[in-house]
């Protein structure tokens, strides 16, 4: 390697070098932040050819939306091959929303294939609860999700949506139409099953019994912290 190369090889490190750690900064206050970011971040920032590290990221970032892609066609085959209509939530078509008609409720499923983390995520938005009603619908759905196999139940404290998700790995694994649609039936009928029940707490349709329970829960708490 010439003098000239070293010399742009050595330039081209402290640009990237400044680079990541001011997005190591900038992501070491962002909660919202996906997890492990920043450890990968401060590892990368401490090897001693951050050109040639980049470079095998970026391969293998190429590696993973190349294999999202085919991963997310056949997916396209198969919910043509069902006939169930679909809509495309991105360009790329990794993201699709279906709608089913249940026994309860009309379940809104969104399928998503994200390259980067390899996996297929399975969203359902449920409904918002009441900001005066989501510590019941805490307490009820850590009892709720104790059981369930596939997936489980969410409640955003931030604004009171209520969503069941439930995701898998799909690196390295070749798609089975089989497996794929027994997810989805998991995760619609768990949540259609579970509509009505989330549905009176998130407005505050308790049952007189119920409502003795919170009581007796509340003057617990309440004696509990004034200690």
């Known amino acids: 390697m010439s003098i000239n190369e070293e010399n742009e090889k050595m330039s081209r490190e402290?640009?990237?070098?400044?680079?990541?750690?001011?997005?190591?900064?900038?992501?070491?206050?962002d909660f919202a932040a996906p997890e492990g970011l920043l450890e990968l971040l401060q590892t990368m920032s401490k090897d001693e050819d951050l050109e040639?590290?980049?470079?095998?990221?970026?391969?293998?970032?190429?590696?993973?939306?190349?294999?999202?892609?085919?991963?997310?066609?056949?997916?396209?085959?198969?919910?043509?091959?069902?006939?169930?209509?679909?809509?495309?939530?991105?360009?790329?078509?990794?993201?699709?929303?279906?709608?089913?008609?249940?026994?309860?409720?009309?379940?809104?499923?969104?399928?998503?294939?994200?390259?980067?983390?390899?996996c297929e995520r399975f969203n359902i938005s449920l409904m918002t609860c009441q900001e005066e009603y989501r510590i019941a619908m805490s307490d009820y759905i850590v009892e709720l999700n104790q059981p369930l196999r596939y997936g489980a139940f969410h409640l955003d404290k931030r604004d009171g949506e209520i969503t069941y998700r439930y995701s898998f790995s799909y690196k390295g694994m070749p798609f089975n139409a089989e497996?794929?649609?027994?997810?989805?039936?998991?995760?619609?009928?768990?949540?259609?099953?579970?509509?009505?029940?989330?549905?009176?707490?998130?407005?505050?349709?308790?049952?007189?019994?119920?409502?003795?329970?919170?009581?007796?829960?509340?003057k617990q708490f309440a004696v509990a912290i004034s200690q």
């Open 179 to 218: 497996s794929f649609e027994n997810y989805i039936d998991a995760c619609i009928i768990t949540a259609d099953n579970n509509y009505r029940e989330l549905g009176k707490i998130a407005y505050g349709r308790f049952s007189d019994e119920k409502k003795k329970n919170w009581f007796a829960k509340i």
């Open 52 to 118: 040639e590290l980049i470079a095998k990221r970026e391969l293998e970032s190429q590696k993973n939306e190349v294999e999202a892609m085919q991963y997310a066609e056949k997916i396209h085959d198969f919910l043509d091959s069902k006939g169930w209509h679909y809509t495309a939530m991105d360009s790329s078509g990794k993201a699709m929303l279906l709608g089913f008609t249940m026994r309860n409720s009309t379940v809104r499923l969104q399928i998503i294939v994200e390259p980067d983390a390899c």
């Open 14 to 29: 402290e640009k990237s070098r400044r680079g990541l750690q001011e997005l190591i900064e900038k992501v070491s206050g």
